[in-house]
């Protein structure tokens, strides 16, 4: 059920064309430009991946609400950091699933942990962080912590939240296939 590097890169090519949620920026932009954030700063191979790949659930959620309308809030969660797994388990290692799956409790963690952090979150996000459960609390900040991957799902986090600039320019996604690419023969 493990989809290969080429239909990752045709899904990315296609599905992710379209608008990324309420914000100004495609999907595929928006992963464009959180994994080049992430090479930025010198990630691991595995850390720029799971940037790029962090929201391929939402072009794979069987709850993934069609949206004509670009201004139409999402009513439920689509629980997308969890739906693209099984797609890239077969691929990928745990340093590129771990970062995926706990890229949306690191914002529930980072609310918790930093009081500005909320402020800082586009409209859309502090919707869907609503929606998937709100802020921590004290008892799931600390188990949060306790994960191995938490901090590389911070940092994802962070880049996630910034990658939303209409225009940035990247690298293309043919870049990306290349490190993919790497990172499974690694």
Known sequence: MSLTIPEIVELLGSRATTWYGQEAVSQLDHALQCAHMAEKANESPETVVAALLHDLGHMLSPLQEPVADQDVLPTKDDLHQFVALPFLRGLFSDAVLEPIKLHVDAKRYLC??????????SPASKHSLELQGG??????????ETLTYYAEAVRLRRYDDLAKIPGQPTPPLAHYAALMDAVVAA
């Open 112 to 121: 918790a942990v930093d009081a500005s952090y909320w402020n800082d979150l």
């Open 135 to 144: 802020c921590y609390d004290e008892a799931q900040v600390r188990a949060f």
